[in-house]
T-cell receptor, first 114, second 114 residues
Framework: DQQVKQNSPSLSVQEGRISILNCDYTNSMFDYFLWYKKYPAEGPTFLISISSIKDKNEDGRFTVFLNKSAKHLSLHIVPSQPGDSAVYFC?????????????FGQGTILTVHP | DVKVTQSSRYLVKRTGEKVFLECVQDMDHENMFWYRQDPGLGLRLIYF???????EKGDIPEGYSVSREKKERFSLILESASTNQTSMYLC?????????????FGPGTRLTVT
């Protein structure tokens, strides 16, 4: 039962353009949604999060949008840079505890061409 | 900076061997996690711990056990390694504070079981 899904295994974008990575979820009990970025041979690093009570969160070039009615979130990167080339994982978590189990999507490989 | 270290970057073991993967974090985090990452499946939670000597099963605990005798150290044990346990293993930690959902990952251990 894949509660968090990233249906696009890969995305290719030109430098300077917008990258849009998508994620769908099925569990309406999730309280927070996160994006992690992973370079080869490194562990994932936290990028940005959004609470389920918000519909947008922005941090520099990165913006996450949440559409609760559609159970869909997206990560926008503007402008895209070659250094953004990595695997991006969407994740979700329920509140109510102090430890929180993350449920991850399958990941999307982003390639930004110079 | 949070630092999560894992004992080995690469490990090759034979079928039936007992395998120990060690993880150490230096941020006094209460929560620690073990994941495995496989292509097309994203990160899947094996076990986690929210306190010393406490452990909880994740989504795929079969064939694994864990040990947390000290707050900073969390060990993953493969009792009898099998070829289907060939994978990238990632350790993570998080605090139990307001940003409990933000997990910090180690660089990973690529385990090959032959």
């Amino acid at each position: 039962d894949q509660q968090v899904k990233q249906n696009s295994p890969s995305l290719s974008v030109q430098e300077g353009r917008i990258s849009i990575l998508n994620c769908d979820y099925t569990n309406s009990m999730f309280d927070y949604f996160l994006w992690y970025k992973k370079y080869p041979a490194e562990g994932p690093t936290f990028l940005i999060s959004i609470s389920s009570i918000k519909d947008k969160n922005e941090d520099g070039r990165f913006t996450v949008f949440l559409n609760k009615s559609a159970k869909h979130l997206s990560l926008h990167i503007v402008p895209s840079q070659p250094g953004d080339s990595a695997v991006y994982f969407c994740a979700a978590i329920r509140g109510g505890t102090s430890y929180g189990k993350l449920t991850f999507g399958q990941g999307t490989i982003l390639t930004v061409h110079p | 900076d949070v630092k999560v270290t894992q004992s080995s970057r690469y490990l090759v073991k034979r079928t039936g061997e007992k395998v120990f993967l060690e993880c150490v974090q230096d941020m006094d985090h209460e929560n620690m996690f073990w994941y495995r990452q496989d292509p097309g499946l994203g990160l899947r939670l094996i076990y986690f711990s929210y306190d010393v000597k406490m452990k909880e099963k994740g989504d795929i605990p079969e064939g694994y056990s864990v040990s947390r005798e000290k707050k900073e150290r969390f060990s993953l044990i493969l009792e009898s390694a099998s070829t289907n346990q060939t994978s990238m293993y990632l350790c993570a930690s998080s605090s139990s504070g307001t940003r409990f959902y933000e997990q910090y990952f180690g660089p990973g251990t690529r385990l090959t079981v032959t």
